[in-house]
């Protein structure tokens, strides 16, 4: 147990902090297993909840695969990937548009206010929110943005709630809805938004020198050093789009973009409001 000093220092070292992102805002990209352990989940959502009553803007982008994926074994259909990328055919596009609008994020909502903040629920389709064209055959389904109208997240931050956003979005080039990367729709609505930061809850500890080995973990990476990374194997696998979603979200304007194990808990205030820093940030070289 912390004594009363360590408590009043750590708190003392949060207020430079605070008082830095305080009308700021901080898009959250909430996924992995921070979303399916109830524990982590409360943490999580604590988190963001004490951003939000300290005057930091808050929004949460969220997915929900595991819950899809289960939904879909109770339907007796298969889950099938392309390039790490959920197909999504028209009987698996009803079910993500249910459990991501519907049960998702609803459940979030309702844990957020629980815990005592203001949420409120929208997705892709609230507003114009997010409007796509299919991204690629080979996927079915699966949309790439074309067009963020933040003023529904903008609406919503201004009257006081915390937005939670699921990433489904209006189909502009046929009658359907398109499903949206969670690590995508993150970083665009970061843009949009004009964002401090962009944090993405993942289940690794950030980026690895040496994946098998949490020591070597790399604490700032310059975007400029991006490619070089790929090109050595240091960025791999479903490293290599969340890095992308990274460097476009910067070059778009949002100044630093955090990697964050979300197994730990309270990750996002030990990044925030300390001096520690536990995940990888992204940045312009200075």
Same mark, same amino acid.
């Given at each position: ?19 830095? /992102?305080?009308? +700021?805002?901080?898009?959250? !990209? %909430? =996924?992995?297993?921070?979303? @399916? ?6 943490? &999580? ?84 929110? /997010?409007?796509? +064209?299919?991204?690629?055959? !080979? %996927? =079915?389904?699966?949309?790439? @943005? ?6 529904? &997240? ?87 789009? +969340? ?44």
């Amino acid at each position: 147990m912390a004594s009363h000093e360590q408590q009043a220092r750590t708190l003392v070292e949060a207020l430079p902090y605070i008082q830095k /992102f305080t009308s +700021k805002t901080i898009v959250v !990209k %909430y =996924g992995g297993n921070a979303m @399916i352990s109830q524990e982590l989940r409360r943490a &999580v959502m604590s988190d963001i909840i004490l951003l939000s009553l300290v005057g930091i803007r808050v929004v949460v982008v969220h997915g929900g695969g595991p819950e899809i994926g289960a939904m879909l074994k109770k339907l007796g259909k298969a889950s099938k990937f392309v390039d790490g990328l959920r197909y999504t055919d028209e009987e698996t596009m009803d079910v993500v548009q249910q459990i991501l609008c519907g049960k998702v994020n609803k459940d979030l909502v309702s844990l957020a206010e629980r815990l005592g903040g203001h949420a409120i629920g929208l997705c892709g389709l609230d507003g114009g929110l /997010f409007q796509a +064209k299919l991204l690629d055959e !080979k %996927y =079915g389904l699966v949309g790439e @943005i074309t067009t963020v109208n933040p003023k529904p &997240v903008e609406d919503a931050l201004a009257a006081g709630y915390i937005p939670i956003v699921s990433t489904v979005a209006q189909g502009t080039d046929a009658d359907t809805a398109y499903n949206i990367n969670a690590d995508t729709a993150a970083a665009k609505l970061a843009q949009a938004l004009k964002a401090e930061k962009l944090i993405l809850l993942t289940d690794v500890r950030g980026l690895l020198q040496d994946p098998h080995d949490d020591e070597t973990l790399i604490r700032v990476v310059h975007t400029q050093e991006v490619a070089a990374l790929v090109a050595d194997g240091v960025i791999s696998g479903g490293m290599i789009p +969340k890095m992308e979603c990274c460097v476009s979200a910067i070059s778009g304007g949002v100044e630093r973009v955090h990697i964050l194990d979300g197994r730990i808990p309270h990750s996002i205030l030990i990044e925030l409001l300390s001096d520690a820093g536990i995940g990888t940030m992204l940045k312009k070289e200075d």
